[in-house]
């Protein structure tokens, strides 16, 4: 069975950064495109970042574009969203979703399965 844990989230002040860390456990996880979403309460989840397989393609979502990174280190079976300037704005549940197949969405839809998420919360 296929299994992702996110950790790395926490509580930070506005400007601050976290790295939120996707673990693969029972899969390689070099198999999959990998997505990070969001869900703040009372919001719809979305699309954070998305990377392929090989890593060779990203996308982001214009609210973080220039401020959150993702990568992957398939040696390490994980993947990483690097969030800077963080913001209030960001707090949300935040999850990672592999999908099977080419190249890489923020459609959730598109993503077979799902870690249990990491709360971050950015306050002061």
């Known amino acids: 069975q296929v299994q992702l844990v996110e950790s790395g989230g926490g509580l930070v002040q506005p400007g601050g950064s976290l790295r939120l860390s996707c673990a693969a456990s029972r899969f390689t996880l070099d198999d999959y495109g990998i997505g990070w979403f969001r869900q703040a309460a009372g919001k719809e989840r979305e699309g954070v970042a998305c990377?392929?397989?090989?890593?060779?393609?990203?996308y982001y979502a214009n609210s973080v574009k220039g401020r959150f990174t993702i990568s992957r280190d398939n040696a390490k079976n994980t993947v990483y969203l690097q969030m800077n300037s963080l913001k209030p704005e960001d707090t949300a549940v935040y999850y990672c979703a592999a999908r099977v197949g080419v190249g890489t969405t923020l459609l959730a839809a598109s993503y077979n399965y799902w870690g249990q998420g990491t709360q971050v919360t950015v306050s002061s």
């Open positions: 990377i392929s397989r090989s890593g060779g393609i990203k």
